[in-house]
């Protein structure tokens, strides 16, 4: 039994460095039409790294020509199977602005953003992908919004943000454990801005309320009336829309403290 499956990996192996051997003499050989039928069947039959060797070679070759869609589109498409992310959106981009007529463009046009998601970290990490996704997202719906895609990409660009505004929460966060007051003001307001509708609206407005009343607390003293002024301003902002918030107990507590502190300073009370 051993001796039976000794040859067969033998034979296995024999297979694979002729294969091999073939390939090489293939790559480094002059008859272009034979590298490209090779690398197309390389393709159709999933081995997306011997075609991409072959088409790399053939693509100046072919440019201008009858075959130069075909080999861009595959091309493209092997980098995606071969989850090169990077390179698959480059070349999609690439396709899309080659053969805008193609009736590969639309979908061209969609998987220069869908490999850009798909290579978007986390959100703890650099957003400078994801950002460049939504960019890509939004053309696509611009040029085919009525495609079959549309929707599709509608509902990525909401996911993106969704991972964004997470990344520009936590680091408003990060701001204010770090008792950088002004840094995280200034990021919680952006966020709200850039994001009004987020599901952080309600703890984002209670936080500003503390920012600004610990900011100044440690300023100051010419300072600290105009900062618990905002101070007062945010608990009203917050008051207004979230009366019955978890957190008005608190925030009322800080309004508090915020006339008390005023009154002993001799400001005048607001």
């Known amino acids: 039994m051993f001796r039976k499956i000794g040859f067969i990996v033998l034979i296995s192996l024999i297979v694979v460095v002729s294969s091999c051997s073939k390939h090489q003499k293939l790559l480094k050989g002059t008859d272009n039409d034979l590298k490209y039928e090779k690398g197309i069947e390389y393709y159709e039959s999933g081995d997306y790294y011997r075609a991409l060797q072959l088409f790399e070679q053939l693509i100046p070759v072919y440019r201008g020509t009858s075959k130069a869609e075909k080999l861009y589109y595959y091309y493209a498409y092997s980098y995606y199977y071969e989850r090169e992310y990077i390179m698959a959106s480059y070349y999609f981009k690439r396709f899309s602005v080659n053969f805008p007529s193609s009736d590969f463009a639309e979908e061209a046009s969609f998987m220069v953003a869908y490999t850009k998601y798909l ?16 960019d890509e997202f939004q053309l696509f719906i611009n040029r ?7 929707q599709e990409a509608t509902d990525l660009i909401v996911e993106l943000r969704d991972k964004l505004q997470k990344k520009s929460y936590n680091i408003a966060n990060l701001y204010l454990k770090m008792e950088d007051y002004r840094a995280a003001i200034i990021s919680y307001q952006n966020m709200l801005k850039e994001f009004p509708d987020t599901e952080f609206k309600e703890d984002i407005l209670y936080k500003i309320i503390t920012a600004y009343y610990n900011y100044a607390i440690k300023s100051i003293e010419e300072k600290k009336q105009e900062r618990f002024d905002n101070a007062v301003k945010a608990y009203y902002d917050f008051v207004a829309l979230y009366p019955e918030s978890v957190f008005i107990k608190d925030a009322e507590k800080m309004r508090e403290r915020v006339e008390e502190e005023l009154r002993n300073a001799d400001f005048e009370e607001l």
């Open 119 to 134: 290579d978007s970290p986390r959100y703890s990490l650099d957003q400078t992908v994801t950002r460049e996704a939504i």
């Open 144 to 150: 085919f919004p009525y495609g079959e895609k549309a």
